[in-house]
T-cell receptor, first 111, second 113 residues
Framework: EDQVTQSPEALRLQEGESSSLNCSYTVSGLRGLFWYRQDPGKGPEFLFTLYSAGEEKEKERLKATLTKKESFLHITAPKPEDSATYLCAFTYGGATNKLIFGTGTLLAVQP | DSGVTQTPKHLITATGQRVTLRCSPRSGDLSVYWYQQSLDQGLQFLIQYYNGEERAKGNILERFSAQQFPDLHSELNLSSLELGDSALYFC????????????FGEGSRLTVL
């Protein structure tokens, strides 16, 4: 069964303490791997799309990477405003854009 | 602000009732998606429309239906509501049917009492 698993479920960091979030997937015919950020009571906000193993994308303190079985979201020197739930999702197979989401990692960055 | 507008923001109703959630996509986007987010299930894909036509269907209950109108706004109708239907319902839009990035609205929080 196609699925995505995120770990850890929750992560608490001190400001400036770098870390990584993991997204493991088992998908036949992966078309794209996506990272979103979601603040409490808000809709998910798009961060990155990765299409092939070896691909990397960066935005401010965030860097997303992709291998054949997993994706990492690296957070360098996080700030309290980076606190949010980070969701990964994938699309696969045919001609639709159905995004399948993981359950997310709740990140808390303490000052 | 993603440019996707959802109404109402909050809705409280009773079991057995019917509600309609409305979504206006970003200007220029032709594809609309509906997702349900509950505490125990995460974000669940319900249905996708592209330029007025149903494109993909997920775990949408038979009591739920949706459509996309010629002006591209979409409505999600939920009927015979049950306590378990209480959730956040998100609408998202994208330019094309297979475009990678989705832009989500702020959601409609439905509480069924």
């Amino acid at each position: 069964e196609d699925q995505v698993t995120q770990s850890p479920e929750a992560l608490r960091l001190q400001e400036g303490e770098s870390s990584s979030l993991n997204c493991s997937y088992t998908v036949s015919g992966l078309r794209g791997l996506f990272w979103y950020r979601q603040d409490p009571g808000k809709g998910p906000e798009f961060l990155f799309t990765l299409y092939s193993a070896g691909e990397e994308k960066e935005k401010e303190r965030l860097k997303a990477t992709l291998t054949k079985k997993e994706s990492f979201l690296h957070i360098t020197a996080p700030k309290p405003e980076d606190s949010a739930t980070y969701l990964c999702a994938f699309t696969y197979g045919g001609a639709t854009n159905k995004l399948i989401f993981g359950t997310g990692t709740l990140l808390a960055v303490q000052p | 602000d993603s440019g996707v507008t959802q109404t109402p923001k909050h809705l409280i109703t009773a079991t057995g009732q019917r509600v309609t959630l409305r979504c206006s996509p970003r200007s220029g986007d032709l594809s609309v998606y509906w997702y349900q987010q509950s505490l125990d299930q995460g974000l669940q894909f319900l249905i996708q429309y592209y330029n007025g036509e149903e494109r993909a269907k997920g775990n949408i209950l038979e009591r739920f239906s949706a459509q996309q109108f010629p002006d591209l706004h979409s409505e999600l109708n939920l009927s015979s509501l049950e306590l378990g239907d209480s959730a956040l319902y998100f609408c998202a839009s994208s330019l094309g049917p297979n475009t990678g990035e989705l832009f989500f609205g702020e959601g409609s929080r439905l509480t069924v009492l």
